[in-house]
Structure formats: C-alpha cells, structure tokens
C-alpha cells in the first residue's frame, strides 16, 4: 500500500503519515491514554495575571471599546510590569522591554481566551446615512 493511498484512506495529509512512520517507536512506547494537546481545564501559568486582564476586558467591554489581539498584549505586559516589576527588564537605551518567565505568545493568547470564554467581535457594517 502506498502512502498517498493511505493517507488518503485515512483522510490525513501525506507529511502526517510520514511522521507518523517516522516516530512510531516513540508512538508505540507512550503510556496509554497520553496526547499531545493540552487538557481544556488546564491552568494558566500566572493565573493572577489572567484574573485581572479578565476584569479590565469585561470594564472595556462594557464600555463598548474596541478591543483587540494587540489590545490584550498590551493590558497584558502592564500587569505583569505591576505584578512582577523585578521580572521586566530594559535594554541599555530603555526602549525594548524583556519579560523574564512569560512569554505574551499567540498560544497563550489563545488559552486565555478559552479559559475565560472570550471571543473578539468583528465590526460589522454600518449603513453610510442611518435609515429614517
């Protein structure tokens, strides 16, 4: 059996098969019941940090702001610079910061906003002249 009929067979991409092949001692060898992706009520790493940016999302959003990927990071790095102010390091020309034990990633963007069952809305249209 070839590897395009396989993967194709079990709907999955050629490179998943191929891996697949490739790391199946390692596959056979993991205890029973492991997986690769992270449990759905697993904690966050600074979870007091998240507790907060919670709270000012909810004060925003009832406020009508708009609110943003960029807008969470940002709210994000001040509470940590509060919270942590020994962690937060400058460079010798004081622009660039350095967050020292966290990293303000796109994964965890994504955890916090599963953790706390957040979606950003999108604007929708609005009409040029408001109808009569």
Do not use: C
Request: aromatic share 12%; no cysteine.
């Amino acid at each position: 059996m070839s590897n395009r009929y396989a993967a194709r067979k079990l709907k999955i991409s050629r490179k998943l098969l191929r891996d697949w092949v490739k790391n199946h001692h390692k596959i056979l060898n993991q205890k029973r019941g492991t997986f690769r992706a992270r449990r759905r009520d697993a904690l966050a790493k600074e979870l007091e940090i998240e507790r907060l940016l919670n709270k000012k999302f909810e004060e925003a959003r009832n406020q009508r702001r708009k609110i943003s990927y960029k807008w969470v990071i940002r709210y994000a790095k001040n509470i940590y610079k509060q919270l942590h102010p020994d962690r937060v390091l400058r460079d010798r020309d004081g622009r660039k910061k350095r967050y020292l034990g966290f990293r303000f990633s796109s994964g965890w963007f994504k955890g916090f906003k599963r953790r706390f069952d957040i979606s950003l809305r999108a604007l929708i249209k609005r009409a040029q002249k408001s109808p009569e």
